[in-house]
């Protein structure tokens, strides 16, 4: 499951230098570092993704966060595994935060589904307001463009880019590239 590369829009990029993990326990692995250029390109794959991405049906955007979520689950034993090596933290703490972050994911796609996250708001006019008329007024929440995520390493799944910031970016929806800022850094745009 681990290939030690950046995923960059829909590309597994190796970078010119790696540097081993040191797990708390099990086998070591090789990452590749993480550059200003990797970070560059990231950006640029979620900034050239967005405007198909933002264009998606609401129902199809819930549909992907629940695909996230069904994709842990398939792989939590893995993913705890790996975990609990590279943290030290235990298993069961793991566990608890992967029902967290898959809790947030489906969460987040029923709020899409309702269409809450737009916070439409619609103040009828008001021509014989004093000292001036006011106009109709209109709000929607709208996407503009891709947004960061930096996850923290001691949550490596509720908080960090598997985990709900990155999930209400995308009900928004805006693209988002998750930066895992210790060991191993990971690029990660979904």
């Given at each position: 499951?681990?290939t030690?590369?950046?995923?960059?829009?829909?590309?597994?990029?190796?970078?010119?230098?790696?540097?081993?993990?040191a797990?708390?326990?099990?086998?070591?692995?090789?990452?590749?570092?993480?550059?200003?250029?990797?970070?560059?390109?990231?950006?640029?794959?979620?900034e050239?993704?967005f405007?198909?991405?933002?264009?998606?049906?609401?129902?199809?955007?819930?549909?992907?966060?629940?695909?996230?979520?069904?994709?842990?689950?398939?792989?939590?034993?893995?993913?705890?595994?790996?975990?609990?090596?590279?943290?030290?933290?235990?298993?069961?703490?793991?566990?608890?935060?992967?029902?967290?972050?898959?809790?947030?994911?489906?969460?987040?796609?029923?709020?899409?589904?309702?269409?809450d996250?737009?916070?439409?708001?619609?103040?009828?006019?008001?021509?014989?307001?004093?000292?001036?008329?006011?106009?109709?007024?209109?709000?929607?929440?709208?996407?503009?463009?891709?947004?960061?995520v930096?996850?923290?390493?001691?949550?490596?799944?509720?908080?960090?880019?598997?985990?709900?910031?990155t999930?209400?970016?995308?009900?928004?929806?805006?693209?988002?590239?998750?930066?895992a800022?210790?060991?191993?850094?990971?690029?990660?745009c979904?």
């Open positions: 499951m681990l030690g590369k950046h995923l960059i829009a829909g590309d597994w990029i190796a970078g010119a230098t790696t540097f081993a993990s797990p708390a326990h099990g086998p070591s692995h090789d990452f590749a570092v993480g550059t200003p250029a990797l970070v560059d390109a990231a950006v640029r794959g979620a050239a993704a405007p198909s991405f933002s264009a998606l049906p609401r129902e199809a955007r819930a549909q992907f966060l629940e695909t996230i979520a069904a994709e842990i689950d398939a792989r939590g034993a893995a993913i705890t595994e790996i975990g609990t090596q590279e943290t030290g933290l235990p298993a069961a703490r793991l566990e608890g935060e992967r029902g967290r972050t898959t809790g947030q994911l489906r969460l987040f796609a029923q709020h899409i589904r309702a269409g996250y737009l916070d439409r708001r619609h103040d009828a006019a008001l021509p014989d307001r004093q000292p001036l008329p006011r106009p109709e007024l209109r709000m929607i929440q709208r996407p503009i463009g891709p947004v960061a930096f996850g923290a390493s001691n949550f490596p799944l509720a908080f960090s880019v598997a985990g709900g910031d999930a209400s970016a995308v009900r928004r929806p805006a693209l988002t590239c998750g930066i800022v210790d060991r191993p850094v990971n690029i990660t979904t």
